[in-house]
């Protein structure tokens, strides 16, 4: 197989979100392809590319709705040719992709889990009666009131910086972020502790970095296997068929992990009520190849549990 690699002169034109985030992303792939081939630096050029869910700041993101809210803009310049591939959060993929776009490549996933963040560094236990959270996500809003009824849940938006901020002017006790996020970002002195997946189980996706190409160019697929980490596409293949199952996106109170522990894959999912009044969860382990099958299996089974009217978010 000879491979195409690019060069100086034709440089790999990478798409990805202009936030500190997505750029720390896309060098991070920009980086593993480096290493894996040997290439220099100017190999690559780094295309940031506004969403919609970028510019629109001031309105809780699930009142746009509409799917590829942060990719549709950056997909369709890979499909007229402008970038070559894509760099994403799969979390705020949706489980389809555009006709002519595949999303198969995974670098190894970062921690999966939400840091629950405060300025004195608290655990979520600690938190006390009535305190105010601050949360634009329907998961976590649901998984917390679920557990605690007692706190106060407000819409929060923007940067680690402006969260922090927030927090400091007093308009919330807490909030949440990926932690993978904060470690992508170096964000080393931000107080924060880790929430188990016992206390909430966290988005399908999260930690994980995805990327997309067109599904005709061959030579680009044979250059991205040589990054692709195998265990994390299985995972977020198992995640993924969860989510489709369930007809879900990144905006609904739906929370899945798959992990592979001593060659099988255990998954974990759980589906909530946006109002946390309900939660329903399972726990299947099987073999790694039956993954997006028991996913599928685990999915039928809570919507069966569920029964109608239980999605109060659809
Ligand atoms: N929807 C926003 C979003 N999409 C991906 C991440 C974090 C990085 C990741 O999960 O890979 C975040 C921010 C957050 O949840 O704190």
Request: with cysteine.
């Amino acid at each position: 197989m000879t491979l195409t690699l690019p060069t100086p002169a034709q440089p790999l034109k990478i798409g990805t979100r202009g936030s500190p985030l997505a750029l720390a992303q896309a060098h991070e792939t920009c980086a593993r392809l480096m290493k894996a081939f040997d290439l220099p630096l100017e190999a690559f050029q780094i295309v940031s590319i506004s969403t919609r869910g970028d510019r629109v700041q001031d309105r809780a993101l699930r009142e746009l709705g509409g799917k590829g809210l942060f990719s549709k803009e950056i997909e369709d310049r890979l499909l007229n040719g402008e970038v070559d591939i894509a760099v994403h959060s799969t979390k705020d993929m949706s489980v389809e992709q555009p006709e002519g776009l595949v999303l198969d490549t995974y670098l190894p996933r970062e921690n999966p889990f939400d840091a629950f963040i405060t300025l004195d560094g608290r655990a979520l236990a600690d938190l006390p009666q009535g305190a105010v959270v601050g949360s634009s996500s329907l998961r976590r809003k649901a998984q917390l009131l679920n557990k605690r009824p007692d706190l106060q849940v407000i819409e929060f938006r923007g940067s680690v910086q402006t969260r922090l901020q927030k927090l400091k002017d007093g308009v919330a006790d807490a909030t949440f972020l990926a932690l993978a996020g904060l470690n992508r970002l170096g964000f080393d002195d931000v107080p924060r502790v880790a929430v188990t997946a016992e206390e909430m189980l966290p988005a399908v996706a999260q930690g994980a970095i995805s990327i997309e190409r067109r599904a005709a160019d061959h030579h680009i697929a044979d250059m991205l296997a040589a990054i692709h980490h195998a265990p994390t596409g299985q995972a977020l293949a198992c995640e993924r068929a969860f989510l489709a199952k369930l007809d879900g996106s990144c905006q609904t109170p739906i929370a899945g992990l798959a992990q592979i522990v001593g060659g099988s894959l255990r998954l974990r999912g759980e589906i909530l009520r946006s109002d946390g009044s309900e939660s329903l969860s399972d726990d299947v382990s099987g073999a790694i190849s039956d993954g997006p099958e028991m996913a599928v299996d685990m999915a039928t089974k809570l919507l069966e549990r569920a029964g109608e009217g239980f999605f109060d978010w659809k």
